[in-house]
């Protein structure tokens, strides 16, 4: 078992980073600071030590130099945004890797893999291809269900290198950010998350940040008094307070205006919101997922989405694909569809043909998994016995 330290000022990061070695099954200490982590590394031998760059008090590459100077020990910095061509120069000062924020999972076992001692080594890969095969038969076993516990059916690579990522991240408290274009199931992802973290047998409250006018999503998120504003003839209990010990998940969040994100950032770092209309701080305990599907980086640039929040919130990054990036699941899903839908109306499922699938795969599908579950359903109700090429053509 390696002990490894953890050098960050955002204890979100600290906390994530944590959670997800600790899951590796290695012993972590953390420090906020390099003044402390310097004394921790003088009387503590690490196999690995993460450390951010830019810190107060002390930088990382200040905390790299002095720690190098005290004893041999492997480095691996933590860069934020902009600050890549500072990470280059860290390793030419000594460091093994670094990685970037939001923390890419994949990479981050790779690290540890790679630079852990020979028989710490060995133990990761041995836990990683466990870990794996479990999965694995456990899909096996469900057949074309195989992803029922996850809410998402789909067998292609992409989606079950996904499958493998949830259940690493979804068992840690870390924030995530789900990315994705829109009808690709990004609510899913969420839910599954949820499904699987220690949060699971409390709420999961979802918040679509889109459908809620500016000038009411505080209220929405947060709540409000009694008399706060001209509606508010009574208090009401936001959404950080219903999702207290569960997960709150804000869909859509590049759409929520410079105000709220600002109090959503406050929260996040001090795990206290305020009510409209309140001077009471109240404190809660949430795991917040977001989503979105714009580019959250470009809205940064042109100034319509806090950086802050930004980093807050992509701790981990999932970005769920386009159904054009796993066609071969389209007939597992189009099977499922039909399934669910004939049973609803109480009819026979109809038969489709091998062409008409074919067919069905060679289509653009700009609106994803939720344009092909519309006309799934669009050819059961007008089809009659077997679905054809004709039919696509003709309804599609």
């Given at each position: 078992m390696s002990k490894i330290l953890i050098i960050d000022d955002e204890k979100a990061i600290r906390y994530s980073l944590k959670d997800i070695i600790e899951y590796e099954n290695h012993i972590v200490e953390e420090a906020s600071d390099g003044i402390v982590a310097l004394s921790m590394i003088e009387r503590t031998d690490y196999d690995l030590v993460f450390c951010d760059i830019?810190?107060?008090?002390?930088?990382?590459?200040?905390?790299?130099?002095?720690?190098?100077?005290?004893?041999?020990?492997?480095?691996?910095?933590?860069?934020?945004?902009?600050?890549?061509?500072?990470?280059?120069?860290?390793?030419?000062?000594?460091?093994?890797?670094?990685?970037?924020?939001?923390?890419?999972?994949?990479?981050?076992?790779?690290?540890?893999?790679?630079?852990?001692?020979?028989?710490?080594?060995?133990?990761?890969?041995?836990?990683?291809?466990?870990?794996?095969?479990?999965?694995?038969?456990?899909?096996?076993?469900?057949?074309?269900?195989?992803?029922?516990?996850?809410?998402?059916?789909?067998?292609?690579?992409?989606?079950?290198?996904?499958?493998?990522?949830?259940?690493?991240?979804?068992?840690?408290?870390?924030?995530?950010?789900?990315?994705?274009?829109?009808?690709?199931?990004?609510?899913?992802?969420?839910?599954?998350?949820?499904?699987?973290?220690?949060?699971?047998?409390?709420?999961?409250?979802?918040?679509?940040?889109?459908?809620?006018?500016?000038?009411?999503?505080?209220?929405?998120?947060?709540?409000?008094?009694?008399?706060?504003?001209?509606?508010?003839?009574?208090?009401?209990?936001?959404?950080?307070?219903?999702?207290?010990?569960?997960?709150?998940?804000?869909?859509?969040?590049?759409?929520?205006?410079?105000?709220?994100?600002?109090?959503?950032?406050?929260?996040?770092?001090?795990?206290?919101?305020?009510?409209?209309?309140?001077?009471?701080?109240?404190?809660?305990?949430?795991?917040?997922?977001?989503?979105?599907?714009?580019?959250?980086?470009?809205?940064?640039?042109?100034?319509?989405?806090?950086?802050?929040?930004?980093?807050?919130?992509?701790?981990?990054?999932?970005?769920?694909?386009?159904?054009?990036?796993?066609?071969?699941?389209?007939?597992?899903?189009?099977?499922?569809?039909?399934?669910?839908?004939?049973?609803?109306?109480?009819?026979?499922?109809?038969?489709?043909?091998?062409?008409?699938?074919?067919?069905?795969?060679?289509?653009?599908?700009?609106?994803?998994?939720?344009?092909?579950?519309?006309?799934?359903?669009?050819?059961?109700?007008?089809?009659?016995?077997?679905?054809?090429?004709?039919?696509?053509?003709?309804?599609?």
């Open positions: 830019k810190m107060p008090k002390m930088d990382g590459i200040e905390v790299l130099e002095k720690a190098l100077a005290i004893k041999d020990i492997r480095f691996c910095m933590i860069s934020g945004h902009g600050t890549i061509e500072t990470a280059v120069e860290c390793l030419k000062k000594g460091a093994i890797d670094y990685i970037e924020k939001p923390i890419d999972l994949n990479k981050l076992l790779k690290i540890l893999t790679e630079n852990l001692p020979s028989n710490e080594s060995e133990k990761v890969k041995s836990k990683s291809n466990k870990s794996k095969a479990k999965i694995d038969k456990s899909k096996n076993n469900l057949g074309k269900s195989a992803n029922i516990d996850f809410g998402m059916i789909g067998q292609s690579s992409i989606m079950k290198e996904m499958y493998s990522f949830i259940e690493k991240v979804g068992v840690t408290d870390a924030r995530i950010l789900i990315t994705g274009s829109n009808g690709t199931g990004k609510e899913l992802v969420a839910k599954a998350i949820h499904k699987i973290s220690p949060r699971a047998k409390n709420k999961f409250i979802e918040v679509n940040c889109a459908a809620i006018p500016s000038e009411l999503i505080e209220s929405e998120l947060f709540g409000h008094e009694k008399g706060a504003f001209t509606s508010a003839i009574k208090q009401r209990i936001g959404e950080f307070e219903q999702a207290d010990s569960g997960t709150l998940f804000l869909d859509e969040i590049g759409d929520m205006s410079l105000s709220a994100q600002a109090k959503v950032l406050r929260a996040l770092q001090e795990n206290k919101i305020t009510r409209v209309g309140g001077e009471k701080d109240i404190k809660v305990n949430v795991r917040v997922i977001a989503a979105t599907n714009k580019d959250l980086k470009e809205e940064i640039e042109k100034g319509r989405f806090r950086e802050d929040l930004y980093h807050r919130l992509s701790v981990i990054v999932i970005k769920v694909p386009d159904l054009k990036e796993r066609l071969d699941d389209i007939p597992l899903l189009i099977d499922s569809f039909l399934e669910n839908y004939c049973s609803q109306i109480n009819s026979p499922k109809p038969k489709i043909s091998k062409q008409a699938i074919k067919k069905l795969q060679s289509m653009p599908w700009t609106g994803n998994v939720r344009e092909l579950k519309n006309v799934t359903e669009r050819l059961a109700i007008l089809c009659e016995g077997e679905i054809t090429e004709k039919d696509i053509e003709k309804y599609s």
